[in-house]
C-alpha cells in the first residue's frame, strides 16, 4: 500500500462518521407552495405487503360463500364498491381507489414472486433487472438533489435483496433505506415507532462548514484515486460514499426527522413502523423524493397467513387503514394527491379456500392490487373473479400491464430503454397500460 493509499484510508476513517442532522423549517413550507403548480414532477409510492396479502379478506370478499370468511363487508363512498369491514377509513376515500381484481401471476414462492413484482420479469435469468422503483425513479428525475431519488421505508429483512435493487442500472440508483432507529429500544412502548436513518449527526466539535471542507478534501482525494484505479468496485463504491453524502446534508437529514411533526399527526398515522413510514413517505414526496416504498409486514411475513389467518390480517388491516387512509387525506390537504400516485401490492395473492389450521396458502392464480391518487380513475373496481374467487373471469391482468399502468399514470412512458452492460436495450415494462385504470 502506497503513500496515498494509506493517507486516502486515514482520511476515510476519520470522517467516516460525518454527517449533518438540522430542522430546517421552510423546506415544507416551500414544498407546499410548489404543490399547485401545473409543472410540478411526479411522485410515486408503492406499498409494498410483505408475505401476501389475501384479496378475500380484503378487496375482494365473497359474502355467503364457504370461502367468504369471518369479515363483513361495509359500504364505502362509491355505491356498489364494498371492502372489508377493518377498512373504514379508506371507505370513505374510496372514490380515489382502483381496485385491480384480476391479478394472475405464475410464481407462489415469496422470493421469485417478490422478484416478479417489483421488475416484471422472473428470476433466474442471466440478467439482473432493476426493480420498479430503480426505473421509474431514473426515468422521473434523472438529476440528483440533496435526497436520493428512491427510498424503501423498513424493507422486508426476508426477501430484501435482488427485488429492490438497481440491477443492471448500478449503484447510483439503489434504493436508500429507512429503518427503525438503533436508539429505539430506548422509546416507550407506548412511542411511536422511531424510524429513520441512523448516524445523521456531526460529531462533537465539527461543524458544517468544518465538514464541507473534510468532504472536498475526501473528493479530491477520491478523484484523484479512481484516476489511477479505474474499475468498477471503486466507482461503485465511490457512487455509494456521495450518495451517502448528499443525505448528511441538513437540509436531506430533516426530512427524515419524524420529531419535526406533531405528535398528533403522528399518532393520526399509527405508532407503528407502517403508519410512521407513510409519515415519512408523505415528508419525501413534498420535498420531491420520485419514488418511495413502504413495507408492512417487513420484519418477517406478516401477510403470510397459512395459519390464524382472521386474528393477523385484521391486525395488519387496521393498521394498512389507519398508515394509507391518513396517508391519502394528508396529501390531498397538502395539493399533493393529484401529482402522487400510490399502488398497493404484494407478491401475490392467498388461496380463496380456507385450510385445516383456519389459514389461507399461497395464491397466484386470481388476487388483487389496488391503484390510487394522482394519474388514477377512482371510484371503480376492474377485473372480475368467480364466486369462490379461484379464477379470474374478466380484466385478467398480468404484471407487465399492471407495471405499465403505474408508468402511465405518473407520466413515463413503460417504452422507455434503459441499456443493459452488454447495451441490450430494456423496456421499463413489456406491457400495455390498462386505459380504464387511468384518469
Wanted: hydrophobic letters at 40%; glycine letters at 12%; one cysteine or more.
Amino acid at each position: 500500500m502506497n503513500a496515498f493509499d494509506q493517507s486516502r484510508r486515514r482520511f476515510l476513517q476519520t470522517s467516516a462518521g460525518l454527517v449533518g442532522a438540522a430542522s430546517c423549517a421552510w423546506l415544507p413550507r416551500l414544498a407546499a407552495a410548489a404543490a399547485p403548480n401545473p409543472d410540478r414532477k411526479r411522485s410515486c409510492i408503492l406499498l409494498w405487503m410483505s408475505g401476501g396479502p389475501t384479496q378475500t379478506d380484503t378487496f375482494d370478499m365473497k359474502p355467503g360463500h364457504a370461502n367468504g370468511g369471518e369479515f363483513k363487508e361495509i359500504e364505502t363512498s362509491v355505491p356498489g364498491l364494498r371492502f372489508s369491514e377493518h377498512f373504514a377509513g379508506l371507505a370513505k376515500q374510496a372514490d380515489r381507489l382502483a381496485v385491480v381484481r384480476g391479478m394472475s401471476t405464475r410464481e407462489g414462492d415469496h422470493q421469485r414472486g417478490t422478484y416478479l413484482m417489483h421488475t416484471g420479469q422472473r428470476p433466474g435469468g442471466p440478467l439482473n433487472y432493476p426493480s420498479i422503483g430503480a426505473s421509474l425513479a431514473k426515468a422521473m428525475r434523472p438529476d440528483f438533489s440533496t435526497l436520493p431519488n428512491y427510498v424503501a421505508v423498513n424493507p422486508s429483512g426476508v426477501l430484501n435483496g435482488s427485488a429492490l435493487g438497481p440491477g443492471f442500472l448500478g449503484p447510483r440508483y439503489a434504493a436508500a433505506t429507512v429503518g427503525v432507529r438503533a436508539a429505539a429500544d430506548a422509546e416507550s412502548n407506548e412511542a411511536p415507532a422511531n424510524l429513520g436513518v441512523d448516524f445523521l449527526a456531526l460529531p462533537a466539535g465539527v461543524d458544517q462548514k468544518r465538514q464541507d471542507a473534510r468532504l472536498a478534501m475526501w473528493k479530491a482525494q477520491q478523484d484523484q484515486f479512481l484516476s489511477s484505479h479505474p474499475s468498477g468496485a471503486a466507482e461503485a463504491q465511490a457512487t455509494i460514499f456521495q450518495s451517502a453524502v448528499k443525505m448528511m446534508h441538513p437540509d436531506a437529514a430533516s426530512a427524515f426527522d419524524l420529531s419535526q411533526e406533531a405528535m398528533a399527526t403522528r399518532e393520526a398515522y399509527g405508532k407503528g413502523t407502517f403508519g410512521q413510514g407513510c409519515l415519512i413517505a408523505r415528508r419525501l414526496v413534498e420535498r420531491g423524493v420520485p419514488f418511495v416504498e413502504v413495507t408492512l409486514g417487513g420484519n418477517g411475513l406478516g401477510w403470510d397467513t397459512h395459519q390464524g389467518n382472521f386474528p393477523a390480517v385484521e391486525r395488519l388491516s387496521k393498521e394498512l387503514d389507519q398508515g394509507w387512509s391518513t396517508l391519502m387525506r394528508e396529501l390531498a390537504e397538502r395539493d399533493l394527491l393529484e401529482s402522487t400516485t400510490i399502488c398497493w401490492m404484494g407478491e401475490f395473492g392467498r388461496t380463496p379456500n380456507i385450510n385445516n389450521t383456519a389459514g389461507r396458502d399461497h395464491f397466484p392464480d386470481a388476487w388483487t392490487c389496488v391503484l390510487a391518487g394522482g394519474g388514477i380513475a377512482g371510484g371503480q373496481t376492474y377485473g372480475q373473479t368467480d364466486e369462490a374467487g379461484m379464477e379470474v373471469t374478466d380484466g385478467k391482468t398480468e404484471v407487465q400491464d399492471l407495471l405499465a399502468t403505474l408508468c402511465q399514470a405518473v407520466g413515463v412512458d413503460p417504452s422507455i430503454e434503459h441499456y443493459s452492460p452488454e447495451a441490450r436495450p430494456i423496456k421499463i415494462s413489456e406491457g400495455k397500460p390498462v386505459e380504464k385504470l387511468l384518469a
